[in-house]
């Protein structure tokens, strides 16, 4: 009996050392996360996402270049229906081309009520600094799992860290690389249903932008 009691004992302190252990991670983490967000001056990523609805999965590839705190520019190169198309934000101004239709949109930030980079969950809030705001309001993270990710360009696989965010009936599954507390993933469950994937597939932060990237053309 005293065996069993001192096996019961010992598996209470493991179980124990396992959670504080997990705890003291996801404090690292999250930590990490905001002051690499805080710190960020520039990011460059080609990106997919896939969204999944009832009438079946749609992917979309693009290319993402972003310089806190007004300068954005996207350009879309999958699927070949919207290849080409470009959207730049150079501080109060908003420029939309959609070479499918030959049609150029100028239009003041003021007269856009959409935010264009907030499908993009979690890795959104990280480029525009507010990964803090993010995970304060998602109060209840939660680390899942350690694992591996493929980057391109890279030599081997890197390490991740997976942490969930449940906030109402939407929970974000973010992986973190380890290397840098930069995310390379999000996923986005409306409920218990997975309904948009996003997968940085390259990446570069701080790094040297070309301004004229953020230009817009005359009329």
């Known amino acids: 009996m005293i065996r069993w009691i001192r096996c019961l004992i010992l598996l209470a302190a493991l179980v124990a050392s396992t959670t504080l252990w997990a705890t003291a991670q996801e404090t690292d983490i999250l930590d990490a996360i905001k002051t690499a967000s805080e710190d960020l001056s520039a990011y460059s990523a080609t990106i997919q996402m896939i969204r999944h609805e009832a009438r079946g999965d749609s992917i979309i590839s693009f290319s993402f270049d972003f310089v806190p705190t007004d300068r954005m520019r996207i350009v879309y190169t999958d699927p070949a229906s919207v290849d080409g198309q470009t959207m730049i934000l150079n501080a109060s101004s908003f420029y939309t081309y ?97 309904v948009m994937e996003i997968r940085v597939l390259s990446y570069q932060v701080n790094g040297p932008i070309d301004d004229t990237l953020f230009a817009i053309p005359a009329k």
């Open 98 to 194: 959609i070479p499918s239709i030959n049609r150029r949109v100028w239009q003041d930030v003021s007269e856009d009520g959409n935010d264009q980079g907030e499908e993009l969950g979690f890795l959104y809030d990280f480029v525009v600094r507010a990964a803090a705001a993010f995970i304060d309001a998602y109060s209840d993270a939660e680390l899942i799992e350690n694992g591996t990710y493929d980057l391109e360009g890279t030599e081997a696989p890197i390490d991740i860290a997976k942490l969930s965010f449940q906030l109402s009936e939407e929970r974000q599954e973010v992986w973190i690389n380890l290397a840098d507390a930069v995310p390379v993933a999000v996923d986005i469950y409306d409920g218990d249903e997975l």
